[in-house]
């Protein structure tokens, strides 16, 4: 069974940073597209960062640009969400997601749907 195991939530104050991890166990994601989204309460779940397969392409939400980043390393099967800067509207669970296509970078790589397997979520908590 594949499984997405996101870690590194907790709390954090204003300003401060934390970085999520996102190990898939079942199978091995190299290569394909890996997506953080989170959901705050009372809100839609949204996008926050994609990055594909090799990790020459990666894209932000335009709240987060310039404060988180997206990486990978294949070699140890994990993606990871550093995220600096924090503010208390980024206050949410963040899921790590995989598209199940492999070497595709899709046009669609911030919609929910582009994506085949999600992982339970991480609570990140910033105070103010």
């Known amino acids: 069974q594949v499984q997405l195991v996101e870690s590194g939530g907790g709390l954090v104050q204003a300003g401060g940073s934390l970085r999520l991890s996102c190990t898939p166990s079942g199978r091995t994601f190299s290569t394909n597209t890996m997506g953080w989204f989170r959901q705050a309460p009372g809100k839609e779940r949204e996008f926050v960062a994609a990055?594909?397969?090799?990790?020459?392409?990666?894209d932000y939400a335009d709240s987060v640009k310039g404060r988180f980043t997206i990486s990978r390393d294949n070699a140890k099967n994990t993606v990871y969400l550093q995220m600096n800067a924090l503010k208390p509207e980024d206050t949410a669970i963040y899921y790590c997601?995989?598209?199940?296509?492999?070497?595709?970078?899709?046009?669609?790589?911030?919609?929910?749907?582009?994506?085949?397997?999600w992982g339970q979520g991480t609570q990140v908590t910033v105070s103010s």
């Open positions: 990055i594909s397969w090799g990790g020459r392409s990666t």
């Open positions: 997601a995989a598209d199940s296509r492999s070497k595709y970078y899709s046009s669609s790589y911030y919609r929910s749907e582009s994506y085949a397997y």
